[in-house]
Every structure is written in C-alpha cells, then in structure tokens.
C-alpha cells in the first residue's frame, strides 16, 4: 500500500509565500514523475508543476517565476515552494506521483489535499 500525505497549507496574505510539502510512504520501488496539483471551488484540477526523477521541471504559465517544485529521492518528497501568493492561487493542492510499487504494479496515487488560502 502507497500513500501521499501533504502538509504546509495554510492562510496567507497576498505577497506572502508558502512553502507545501508531501511525502510518499508504503510499499515503493521506485517514483517516477511528481506533480503538484490545485483545484479551485467550481473549477476543475489544474496541473501547477511537475518534476521528473531527474530533475526537470514544468509549471503552468499562471506560476512560472513564483512557483518552484523541488524533490528528495532520498526521502520520496516533493515539496512547491509558492512566492508572490495572489488571490487566484487559492486552491485545495493536491501531490501526485507516478509510484512503482513492490508489488510491480505502477500507477498514479493521489494525496488528500491541503488548502491554501490568499487573502487580499
């Protein structure tokens, strides 16, 4: 059994930062891809950014030059380093990866969410 579990969501002034993080724990082989995604009330789940095993990155255009994802292999975590916080950012953020597990089985989980609000 994989599971994600996020944490440092939280409430935020406009300009301020946060910084999430979300570890995977259980029965993995191997992470493959990990993306941070976001969901806003009535809108549908938006991918913010993605890195691969080796490092490279992508983020929608809405975060590039505030948002950085990072990961630690060594500790099967990503973490979305989130500067410049805008209203628009409020969201439920929601981690997913792409997980090998022990049981040879390799597929996407997801984690419960964390939610982060922007205050104008």
């Known amino acids: 059994q994989v599971q994600l579990v996020e944490s440092g969501g939280g409430l935020v002034q406009a300009g301020g930062s946060l910084r999430l993080s979300c570890a995977a724990s259980?029965?993995?082989?191997?992470?493959?891809?990990m993306r941070w995604y976001r969901q806003a009330p009535g809108k549908q789940r938006d991918l913010v950014a993605g890195?691969?095993?080796?490092?490279?990155?992508n983020y929608a255009d809405s975060v590039k030059g505030r948002f950085t994802i990072s990961r630690d292999n060594a500790k099967d975590a990503v973490y979305l380093q989130m500067n410049s916080l805008k209203p628009e950012d409020t969201a439920v953020y929601y981690c997913?990866?792409?997980?090998?597990?022990?049981?040879?089985?390799?597929?996407?989980?997801w984690g419960q969410g964390t939610q982060v609000t922007v205050s104008s």
């Open positions: 997913n990866a792409n997980i090998g597990a022990l049981n040879w089985v390799t597929k996407d989980y």
């Open positions: 259980g029965s993995i082989l191997r992470i493959n891809d």
């Open positions: 890195i691969s095993r080796g490092g490279i990155t």
